[in-house]
């Protein structure tokens, strides 16, 4: 009997539905894998397919059983002793998201803060995971208010990941953080600019992108603000239908679906 599952198979079958984009199968596809994993006390296998399972459960809006999978990953690696590793920052990091999708940014900020340290003491420092941490952290900042050290976070992230070309959906992403960062500032010309580049990286790069739609929305509150709204509708429109790809009809698209109808009024 085999003591493990095959992890490859479970990747290269994730991969074919993603490809296929086939948003039911995913779901009970994992669910299937971590039931195996579990049952042959595979503590690895239960930490990957948990990983997958946790990011999915983010981002459909389950934020509690995205919570319940990764408390259990923290707990599995430390007791393999890796409490001190790229995985377990890694695992912190991934805990943080759902706090942030949960809309609780304080509650993350320890974890992102720890997060980054560890990935600096495994010599990280310059890895585009502490760029993506680098954004995470600027988020955090952005909501509380502290736009000062939004802004270094930010700095941050672009040293880091414009040396990195081959990362560039990072990059498109660390410039839709700083569009963001600059409408809560108000100077909405830059912020147009930054979305703008992120929507053409995205676009170069094929569309295939999740974070595109973030793009997009983000573009079109600049031209709603603006008191451009027919430009404003039609990226909101955009926006929905790449969520709708992406993701289906989950909390994020509800509500840029509410920013549509404030267009349209």
Not at 74 to 87: A, I, Y
Request: hydrophobic share 35%; with cysteine; net charge negative.
């Amino acid at each position: 009997m085999k003591s493990s599952i095959d992890i490859q198979e479970f990747y290269r079958g994730l991969d074919d539905i993603y490809k296929r984009n086939s948003k039911t199968e995913a779901m009970p596809y994992m669910e299937g894998w971590l039931r195996k994993a579990h049952e042959l006390e595979d503590t690895s296998g239960v930490i990957a397919v948990s990983n997958e399972l946790g990011g999915y459960c983010r981002v459909t809006g389950d934020t509690d059983r995205a919570m319940k999978l990764y408390e259990d990953v923290l707990r599995r690696l430390e007791n393999m002793g890796l409490g001190k590793s790229e995985h377990y920052a890694t695992a912190l990091i991934n805990t943080g998201d759902v706090f942030i999708n949960a809309g609780e940014p304080l509650k993350a900020l320890p974890y992102f803060l720890r997060a980054r340290d560890m990935l600096a003491d495994c010599g990280l420092a310059g890895d585009y995971r502490m760029a993506a941490l680098c954004n995470n952290i600027s988020m955090v900042y952005r909501e509380t208010g502290e736009f000062d050290k939004a802004e270094r976070a930010l700095d941050i992230a672009f040293n880091i990941i414009k040396g990195l070309p081959q990362y560039r959906g990072e990059l498109a992403t660390t410039y839709i953080n700083l569009g963001e960062l600059q409408v809560r500032q108000g100077k909405l010309e830059m912020a147009k600019e930054s979305f703008a580049a992120a929507c053409r990286m995205f676009e170069e790069d094929g569309g295939g992108d999740v974070h595109y739609s973030s793009a997009c929305a983000g573009l079109g509150q600049v031209y709603y603000l603006k008191g451009q709204k027919q430009e404003a509708e039609k990226l909101y429109q955009k926006a929905l239908d790449l969520i709708e790809r992406d993701f289906g009809k989950t909390e994020y698209y509800r509500l840029v679906e509410k920013s549509l109808m404030k267009v349209r009024m």
